[in-house]
């Protein structure tokens, strides 16, 4: 058993599910928006935020269901990262999963607005009706001042706008590991923290998984920018060599390839030591998906 | 007494000093985009919605400390839709609150970003602490997900794609109506609900606050469109004669100046009906302001 693969499929399928339903009985008389929406969040992703929230309600002892009004939630704000991101005016991607970007099939208007209304209707899922799956009121609204503060200016878009500044800048490893933070490492972070909480966890237990999906979304980024080098862009979705064209301050420019493995594997078994506390037959997903993270080739 | 341009200066000051401090502590690692946001957000707007989510928690019997919260996350996100919609992706504007718009001081990825930030930082507000100014957990959660549906894809965003989708087309009185009530009136009925519900009012004065509430935004929209073609830009802070420019649907536009006033006070006069069931001695200013709002020069 503790098949990684399976646990993957099966708890990116269930993500899958929930995300197909979301907006099915919303925005009848919004459909270019509602259309421009969808288009980026069921374009398959690798749903990698809900599957960190789901296993970490199962890490504490709760189940799957609890955590996945928040982790797809998450998804949605990831997902309106990318389209911004993407966007001319930022870094004018072309390609985003083998698709063309958001902007070029819905126009840079439209893209705008379908990132803006990602981030609302996250909000509202994680708001809604919470005690359906058996979250109180008051751990639902701890977990949006955690998700708000995660995506905001001292999260994700915070770490965007470093990011940028950053660009043919002189960059050191400090300001590199400030930008990693928040860019990506913020909102892994409130995944993990979220599906926790939601699955019952204890004050101590919700911020050692936090600490561990800081920790391996650190490793992911790292990953992603060792990706952007040595990757095929026809597993990747996307071309490859864009950092290095835009300037874009990343640890394999800063030390090169080679060191920059070692350190996402550093940093996966910094993420596996924080599950010493967990048992080990609840919290194997989370051990397997560290070292996934830095192994993946996509 | 009962002088609504005193009730209006206090509360705005209110807001005003409120909103001063909501990025005091915060942001020190993030500068540009903290400025870009604060920009924007002290630019001397009317603070028209946090005043309305006070004067309704106090029509209820509640304290305007109580909705203040929830009254400047709304403003914040109708920040950060100005902002938005000023890009040259969108309206195109150099001009807001007579100074430059935010992208033609920061650039548009930073406006782009700030707008992101200011939205999430929105729900942060709401969602921390609610209990500190005697709001329950289940209020506060009940006002994010009201907020989050006025703000998202069948709420303000939807109604901007609309708006973009209805320029230069043939816009009948029904569509019309559909982009005002979205566009404009949802994240003002949030706020007098908001308001209504954090200081206390019962299920049924909520949805009456609500419903007063979409009914001066659309006298809002009206008078605003109105001002669009009458107005002074001195007085405005932006150019008039825009929306014809850009072959906008509006009120004016379908038909004339003349009936379009005639509607804008027929609102009023409905939304100062729905007020009969409160105590005239507490909602009083809710009185005098729907008919400041079709009255005002600016």
């Not at 990318?82 to 930022?90: F, V």
Request: aromatic share 6%.
């Amino acid at each position: 058993m503790h098949n990684l693969s399976d646990y993957l499929s099966q708890h990116q399928q269930q993500a899958e599910r929930y995300l197909r339903k979301v907006f099915e009985e919303r925005g009848h008389h919004f459909s270019k928006l509602k259309e421009a929406m969808i288009y980026s969040l069921l374009s398959g992703g690798k749903r990698f935020r809900p599957i960190l929230s789901m296993a970490c309600a199962e890490a504490v002892g709760g189940v799957a269901d609890q955590a996945l009004p928040f982790g797809c939630a998450i998804e949605l704000i990831h997902t309106f990262s990318l389209i911004h991101d993407d966007l001319p005016a930022m870094d004018n991607d072309d390609l985003r999963r083998g698709k063309p970007t958001n902007h070029k099939v819905f126009g840079e208007a439209h893209a705008v607005l379908a990132g803006d209304a990602l981030l609302s209707e996250a909000f509202l899922l994680m708001a809604r009706q919470p005690k359906e799956i058996g979250v109180s009121n008051e751990i639902a609204l701890d977990i949006v001042a955690r998700v708000a503060t995660a995506a905001g200016l001292e999260g994700m878009v915070g770490g965007q706008s470093l990011d940028l500044l950053a660009e043919n800048a002189d960059v050191n490893l400090a300001m590199l590991e400030l930008i990693h933070l928040h860019k990506t490492a913020a909102l892994i972070s409130a995944s993990t923290y979220a599906g926790a909480r939601a699955g019952g966890g204890d004050a101590l237990q919700c911020e050692k998984l936090a600490e561990y999906g800081r920790l391996i979304g650190l490793a992911f980024q790292v990953a992603d920018d060792i990706l952007n080098v040595t990757g095929k862009p026809e597993d990747l979705g996307k071309a490859i060599g864009s950092d290095k064209q835009r300037g874009k301050a990343t640890y394999p420019a800063l030390f090169g390839v080679e060191a920059s493995r070692k350190k996402a594997f550093e940093l996966a078994d910094r993420a596996i030591a924080v599950l010493n506390d967990f048992s080990e037959d609840l919290s194997w997903p989370l051990h397997k998906l560290a070292r996934f993270v830095v192994e993946r080739d996509r």
